[in-house]
């Protein structure tokens, strides 16, 4: 089955988070340092409740940039399930959040999901480089939901 290590094309970067008497603040990206390919065309932010997961579920087209900030942690979930990859059959697992912050490339073919394994509610951002549903919301969603079927071989632990 899926051996753990790391998957081509996936980017995790560490945020630095600069704290002051106001709060603070993290860059979470810049086009100065973002690959073309990934330059986000839209932006939202989710929350999720602790023990709460999502996904997993993998995109044809479109790349996800997630954003792990906090306020809790969570467990992002890896498998690269493209047959013409170098890496393909390889899983990652990845802690991020309000300790850790982190951004994670995630490109087409990468199954992913993730789960909120702290104890409070957190946020996730994501800048994927695609519209969702394309212009106007108008064309079919562009993922595979592995999360409904029974018989998944990706299983967020």
Known sequence: MF???LIEGVVVKDLIKHSDSRGWLIETFRQDELD????????YISMT???IARGPHEHIEQSDFFCFIGPSTFKLYLWDNRKDSPT???KMTITAGENSPKSVIVPPGVVHGYKNIGDKPGFVANYPNR???GKGKKDKVDEIRHETDPNTIFILD
Do not use: A, C, D, E
Request: proline share 10%.
């Open 3 to 5: 051996k753990s290590g």
């Open 36 to 43: 073309t390919n990934y330059f986000p065309v839209m932006s």
């Open 88 to 90: 393909y059959m390889n």
């Open 49 to 51: 409740f602790p023990g």
């Open 131 to 133: 519209l969702f549903m």
